[in-house]
């Protein structure tokens, strides 16, 4: 499987940026997608996944009510709208894929994209 992420940029405190995800697989079922972002000098951190079965969603306690993960299946795409960002969400943002099986450790994630970098001022 292999992952493109794009749509970071340079956003403004409260701002809003949407993120997507594509796959070159011709079909993303059965397996797992998540985002990780990894700041400068920072360990790689879970932001959100979700469920190719039932579609729930999970996510990183920093990201709650602001973020939201979704897929579209049709289009083999995984997104993540970010609002009300602040200055420490700035990262490089990482899309993750794995087979069956929700995870929020990055090591349990085989695929990965290449990452795109957000930027927060303040």
Do not use: H
């Not at 360990?43 to 990183?60: K, L, N, P, Q």
């Not at 450790?105 to 085989?110: K, L």
């Amino acid at each position: 499987v292999q992952l493109q992420a794009s749509g970071g940029g340079l956003v403004q405190t409260g701002g809003s940026l949407r993120l997507s995800c594509a796959a070159s697989r011709r079909t993303l079922s059965f397996y797992d997608m998540g985002w990780f972002r990894q700041a400068p000098g920072k360990e790689r951190e879970f932001v959100a996944a979700v469920s190719w079965r039932d579609g729930s969603t999970y996510y990183g306690d920093s990201v709650k009510g602001r973020f939201t993960i979704s897929r579209d299946s049709a289009k083999n795409t995984l997104y993540l709208q970010m609002n009300s960002l602040k200055p420490v969400d700035t990262a490089v943002y990482y899309c993750a894929a794995k087979f069956f099986g929700v995870a929020t450790m990055a090591g349990s994630y085989p695929y990965w994209g290449q990452g795109t970098q957000v930027t927060v001022s303040s």
